[in-house]
């Protein structure tokens, strides 16, 4: 079965630094992947997706995502933080014409204003 | 689109009880996961129905867990009897089976149940 591992599970940082939040999974086949944010107290919420094509993926908020199949990574980044970015981010895979995503632990971010 | 729809928000149980939760999935989805978040164990899919139907149930802990689709528009997981290890944020989210694997799922507000 396949796995998705995020390495980063508590991140801390001051508004304007960069981010990069790491996520790898264990598949060697085609893969569906997906980065989602969860606020404090509500529901996760799509912040960006790969399914082919330009391996670079632009998402909402100013977030942006790498695949890079060789290192099956899909590392999440974003330039200069917000402290309303403060939310725990998770990173999902679908695999091999699945329907299911499955979701890594997730990375608690807390941003300092 | 008024979205995946998850009632109730909060549940509090005295451990024994019956628990019951419920889901309204987006209109013309057709696959429906129920996913439970603990802080030791994280996202985890319990329940995976396509077209109403259950494909995918091996993360059901126990039988104290059943899930019902009775139709396109509801589904139910039901805890009988509840206990305190199964408190947790249930969420429930949906997606159109149309567009293939190619989309994400939609998720609900959660339930957080409380069993004390």
């Known amino acids: 079965a396949q796995s998705v591992s995020q390495h980063n599970h508590h991140v801390i940082l001051s508004e304007a630094a960069s981010l990069e939040l790491g996520c790898n999974y264990s598949?060697?086949?085609?893969?569906?992947l997906f980065w989602y944010v969860q606020y404090p107290g509500q529901h996760l919420q799509l912040l960006l997706k790969?399914?082919?094509?330009?391996?670079l993926v632009k998402g909402i908020k100013g977030f942006e995502a790498e695949f890079i199949k060789s290192k099956f990574s899909f590392n999440l980044r974003k330039p200069s933080v917000q402290w309303s970015d403060t939310a725990e981010y998770f990173c999902?895979?679908?695999?091999?014409?699945?329907?299911?995503?499955?979701f890594g632990r997730g990375t608690s971010l807390i941003v300092h204003p | 689109d008024a979205g995946v729809i998850q009632s109730p928000r909060h549940e509090v149980t005295e451990m024994g009880q019956e628990v019951t939760l419920r889901c309204k999935p987006i209109?013309?989805?057709?696959?429906l996961f129920w996913y439970r978040q603990t802080m030791m164990r994280g996202l985890e899919l319990l329940i995976y129905f396509n077209n109403n139907v259950p494909i995918d149930d091996s993360g059901m802990p126990e039988d104290r867990f059943s899930a019902k689709m009775p139709n396109a528009s509801f589904s139910t997981l039901k805890i009988q009897p509840s206990e305190p290890r199964d408190s947790a944020v249930y969420f429930c989210?949906?997606?159109?089976?149309?567009?293939?694997?190619?989309?994400?799922?939609?998720f609900g507000q959660g339930t957080r149940l409380t069993v004390v």
């Open positions: 790969y399914f082919s094509g330009d391996p």
């Open positions: 209109s013309g989805h057709n696959s």
């Open positions: 989210a949906s997606s159109p089976l149309s567009q293939g694997v190619n989309t994400e799922a939609f």
């Open positions: 999902a895979v679908k695999t091999g014409g699945s329907y299911i995503p499955t």
């Open positions: 598949y060697g086949g085609t893969v569906n």
